[in-house]
């Protein structure tokens, strides 16, 4: 019976490490499926700047994003291979445990059918009885008999069981070594898919090398466009702060309703969903290195993000349009404010919205502008006041 138990202990010790272990699992599974969303959508992106005729910026970015996506999804499946063997290696220990503790019963088993059998026949019953001095002693020797004959049931009935319980952790470990031979061979092929994507990029790169003088002039251009938006959305938010009663322009005066407008915004930082529902950050915030250019950097003060072909853009807070402006080469922008926080979505082909309209988080304000090397992209900004919030800080993350 101690031996039982300390089965048992066992058991509920390796079970309650399998529930840990289930756990991990669910969540690399979520991960996985969060990857592979990912992977599709920059595939889809990829597949469309394809199409067009040679190669641009936006390919590149694409690339970039499908690189950073399977890499992702590299670490994560090493992650689940690592899990599978810690699995295995628990389900093995268990099924050990499980065999000595099976060998054990059967040998105490066996040495019960031994004893019973030197007394188990109706005769040698009858004369171990019938022998006893008293009446009491009579009982004793029929209550004994019954005692035996019931842990032999208990005995045979824990063989029983044990066996059920082996026959299962050794169809579950064979289910896990199937599992990470699929992990492996996943990892096989991401690592491949891996390495031709990291072969497309170096070509990329030589090809846009190749084009050094154009990617500057396109660069300036831009550079000179997002300075101008830029100076557009800090003339509109200044605006919107002097008509809270700031004469300066500096900080909004919020009336009661605006200061709890605000506070719902602050509390969703981390979570606002995205303006488009496909899509990578293809330029970060603040400072970054050109992608092809050498020593060259560009400043952002919002996050330009690439999408695909008719992408829908979204408000990622409900508000009030403040403005509608168009920017020379980038379409139209939509501005929103939140209290004294501001979201401004431009490069935008057409607008669904008007100044002075409230709008709900999640409602469609206009459609991505593709430009003519057939890249689709959205400028995102956020603002508290005049200054600029890095917008991938507010997002929900991906």
Not at 178 to 185: C, N, P, S, V
Not at 307 to 330: D, I, L, M, N
Request: with cysteine; charged share 30%.
């Amino acid at each position: 019976m101690t031996k039982c138990l300390g089965t048992i202990l066992s058991l509920l010790l390796f079970l309650q490490a399998s529930c840990l272990l289930a756990q991990s699992k669910q969540e690399l599974e979520r991960r996985r499926l969060e990857q592979l969303k990912r992977i599709e959508e920059a595939n889809r992106i990829l597949r469309e700047t394809s199409q067009e005729k040679g190669i641009s910026l936006g390919r590149l970015n694409a690339i970039n994003a499908a690189i950073r996506n399977r890499e992702e999804l590299i670490r994560n499946t090493r992650k689940e291979i690592q899990y599978l063997n810690r699995n295995i290696s628990e389900t093995e220990m268990i099924i050990s445990a499980l065999e000595r503790d099976l060998a054990d019963m059967k040998k105490e088993y066996a040495h019960l059918i031994y004893q019973a059998s030197k007394i188990h026949s109706s005769y040698n019953k009858l004369t171990f009885l019938f022998s006893s001095n008293s009446f009491n002693q009579f009982f004793r020797r029929l209550n004994y008999l019954r005692q035996y004959s019931n842990i032999r049931a208990i005995q045979f009935e824990e063989i029983a069981k044990t066996k059920q319980m082996l026959e299962a952790e050794n169809r579950r470990v064979t289910q896990q070594r199937k599992e990470k031979e699929q992990a492996l061979r996943l990892l096989e092929q991401e690592t491949e898919k891996l390495n031709k994507l990291r072969e497309e990029k170096d070509k990329a790169i030589e090809a846009l090398n190749k084009r050094e003088r154009e990617l500057r002039a396109k660069l300036q251009e831009e550079q000179r466009a997002l300075a101008q938006l830029e100076e557009m959305i800090v003339a509109a938010v200044k605006e919107e702060i002097k008509k809270s009663g700031d004469s300066e322009g500096k900080k909004m005066v919020l009336t009661p309703e605006g200061a709890a407008v605000a506070k719902s915004f602050e509390a969703n930082r981390g979570k606002l969903p995205w303006p488009v529902k496909v899509g990578f950050v293809a330029q970060p915030f603040g400072i970054s290195e050109h992608p092809v250019l050498e020593k060259i950097y560009v400043n952002n003060y919002g996050v330009k993000i690439q999408t695909q072909r008719g992408e829908s853009v979204y408000a990622v807070f409900g508000g009030k349009v403040e403005k509608v402006f168009t920017v020379p080469g980038h379409g139209y922008a939509v501005m929103i404010s939140h209290g004294n926080y501001f979201t401004s979505y431009s490069n935008l082909s057409q607008v669904l919205v008007k100044d002075g309209q409230e709008v709900q988080t999640g409602q469609k304000l206009g459609t991505a502008l593709t430009d003519h090397d057939g890249v689709t992209t959205i400028q995102f900004y956020v603002y508290k006041n005049q200054t600029p919030l890095n917008p991938e800080e507010w997002l929900a993350k991906k």
